[in-house]
């Protein structure tokens, strides 16, 4: 079986000539805290003893390109500096705090800026993978909101960093519904995540299990919302961000051992009774991340078909003699490490000048999970001039992939970004479109040119090659 064929493939069957489906506004919320890779290094040697994992993965933590990671505390924040990590109890209760308070921040941004009322919506879709409680923590955003109690609502589980899209392709089938009923709808879309509490749990697996896990490198929290109308109703509000004009759902063969995110207890807390017959009592300290080398080769072949696939269904593109090409759009691309940008960058025959919001959130917040996507959706749309058609891509754990093509609204198109009018979010974007790390980091000869994330980027520690972020070889 071809390692990148690919089930489900939801643009089989054409989409109507005219979905009017579209985004009225998006807001996206990060916490105020921000960590450098240093700060993995202060919890690292505050609470594990040196080991050969833990070296290779504060090795991979520099070379990640990620300058800061966006977080709801500071590296001194009593959860993650307890005896032990912190307990899933505990991990619920703040989720329901904090969690709820960005989710809440976040649509209050996407609400405002479309200029309608609570009353107004709907349905409300949400995602989450760093919280299972229930009820979900999307009554509890609802109630935040002044939102009806008898909303429509759906809570997505289990699809992890490509939730967010996946969220927006559920609201966008339920708007259809209505649409075919001649209702209004009104949906709003929210994902939430706080990953970086999880830093104990994943050092506590690096040391016990002496395993080299990246993810503890890569992932920050954010929430991000937007609201998705089909266009039915009196709306006198701003025009739209985007109008939708179709999706696509593949799920990669034989993955599923190679993305995911799954609850785990590790750890002996005590034993009990102290004597020759003992209890050994785990501690379920969270979820932890199942991220193989494979992942980026498998996702950025998959991207290819898949394209193609959607334009292929949408009436706009229909002669088969003239479709687009990658390069014809601008692409907001789910950052979820530096080799699958540039291995997407690289397999649809891209500039970073394409990808330059995938680049910007990337290095300056890291990578958010299902809530990413939003923020590089409203980044792109601050970077000046653009081309006025978006393709929106993720990947999630099975490895599953979620793309849909995007049309601005109220912006000026010349075909070609302009660089000069890119914003900056506390990093650099060079003329060209390259983004700037600040780095000018050199491991053993290697050394990036400009802090450019560059697609031979490598660094090395203990003679083990780790490219990317993604180890070549475990240590036993």
Not at 144 to 161: D, P, T, W
Not at 199 to 228: H, K, M, N, P, T
Not at 327 to 334: C, E, G, N
């Amino acid at each position: 079986m071809s390692p990148i064929a690919v089930h489900g493939n939801t643009a089989d069957n054409p989409f109507d000539d005219r979905l009017d489906l579209s985004i009225l506004g998006i807001g996206v919320d990060y916490p105020p805290f921000r960590h450098r890779p240093e700060a993995l290094d202060t919890l690292a040697n505050r609470f594990y003893e040196p080991s050969i994992a833990l070296s290779k993965v504060l090795s991979i933590n520099r070379f990640t390109g990620i300058e800061t990671r966006a977080s709801v505390g500071e590296v001194d924040h009593p959860l993650v500096n307890q005896a032990h990590p912190p307990n899933i109890k505990q991990l619920n209760e703040f989720f329901r705090v904090e969690g709820v308070r960005l989710s809440v921040n976040a649509c209050r941004k996407a609400i405002e800026e479309w200029g309608g009322s609570v009353d107004e919506i709907t349905h409300i879709v949400c995602t989450t993978c760093t919280n299972s409680a229930n009820p979900g923590f999307d009554h509890y955003v609802r109630k935040e909101l002044g939102i009806r109690s008898n909303i429509e609502k759906v809570l997505l589980h289990g699809i992890g960093c490509s939730g967010g899209l996946a969220a927006i392709r559920t609201a966008a089938n339920l708007a259809l519904g209505s649409s075919h009923q001649k209702k209004p709808a009104r949906i709003l879309v929210l994902a939430c995540e706080i990953s970086t509490l999880l830093v104990r749990s994943e050092l506590d697996s690096i040391d016990q299990d002496q395993a080299v896990r990246i993810g503890v490198c890569l992932f920050s929290d954010c929430a991000s919302a937007c609201i998705l109308s089909n266009n039915i109703g009196n709306e006198t509000f701003s025009e739209p961000v985007f109008d939708i004009l179709g999706w696509t759902h593949d799920m990669i063969e034989d993955t599923e051992d190679d993305l995911g995110f799954d609850v785990d207890p590790l750890g002996i807390s005590s034993i009990y009774p102290p004597s020759q017959h003992h209890v050994l009592l785990t501690r379920t300290t969270g979820w932890k991340v199942v991220l193989t080398p494979n992942v980026p080769g498998r996702a950025s072949a998959a991207v290819a078909p898949a394209f193609r696939s959607l334009v292929e269904s949408i009436p706009d593109y229909s002669s088969p003699d003239s479709l687009p090409s990658a390069s014809d759009f601008d692409w907001a691309l789910h950052p979820g490490g530096s080799l699958i940008i540039t291995g997407v960058q690289k397999a649809m025959n891209l500039t970073e000048d394409h990808l330059r919001a995938s680049y910007e959130i990337y290095v300056n917040y890291g990578n958010s999970s299902s809530a990413t996507i939003m923020a590089v959706m409203d980044k792109l749309r601050t970077m000046g001039k653009g081309r006025k058609e978006v393709v929106a891509c993720a990947f999630g754990p099975g490895i599953s992939l979620e793309m849909m093509i995007l049309r601005r609204r109220g912006i000026e198109v010349n075909g070609h970004a302009n660089t000069n009018g890119h914003a900056e979010t506390n990093g650099h974007v060079e003329p060209n479109g390259h983004v700037q790390t600040n780095e000018d980091a050199e491991t053993n000869g290697h050394a990036e040119t400009n802090g450019r994330i560059e697609t031979n980027r490598r660094a090395k520690s203990n003679g083990l090659a780790e490219v990317n972020g993604l180890p070549t070889e475990d240590v036993d």
